[in-house]
DNA sequence: CTGCATCCCACATGATACTG
DNA sequence: CAGTATCATGTGGGATGCAG
């Protein structure tokens, strides 16, 4: 694939996938999240309001699976500990997902714009 | 939310929506091809093999409706064309996007391998 | 060529309840 | 505390056919 005067090594077939996993619902909150340290699984949960403990627990699996995530368990506590932490690799994901965020934030007034100027103006037609 | 030394202005749960939008099945793809310039409808379809008409036409008009994209008709020509292209604001996110891109043709190699040391372990398991 | 409408299914996600 | 299991549901997304 090529971008402008960039060109991305390796077709777009193989980025998809991935593009799809760290842009699904949860996954880039989690890494943003965990991107400030180590979380216990209840903070998590606490931080990220939103999600179901289902999906909480689906989109670390999963995270962990691609090695972005890894999960310590601290069997001798009691109550029993469950720490989540980004990997090295996790870590090269901050960077870029920062910057997508920064993107959002300082964006979304004007998106929010758009929108209803386009609803105005389908209101005309 | 705060990201380490990092904090990014506005809350979380506004960015979230943003970024569930540019990060569905289709949209950063849609975008990252349109950075090239301005395409017709069928150009984009050509492009993106794997998306459907329906598709093709529900995220344009999303990213359309979010000022993103502009759509150009040109109904003077026969046969119609329809052309599409980035919006200033939609160029912003060329780059983040990019960032992102690049990384995943990075490590993607890094993820599959990953995801099959997984697989081992849990068989041994 | 462009693109809307309809049908339809699979899957992702949510809610709730239960376990070690 | 940290999950897992089950059920219910909404939506994403493909296929097809029609229209301007």
Redesign the pocket.
Known sequence: MKLGNMSVPGDCGSISPIL?RIG???STLIILVLSEGPK??????REIE????????????ALERDGLIL?T?HADKN??????ELTDLGKTLIDPLYALCLWASQNCDAIEENRKKHEAEQADA
């Open positions: 799809a699904d619902k949860w216990r699984y209840s903070v998590l949960r939103s999600i179901s403990q289902r999906m909480l627990t689906l989109t670390l699996r999960r368990v109550p029993p500990q469950v720490e989540y």
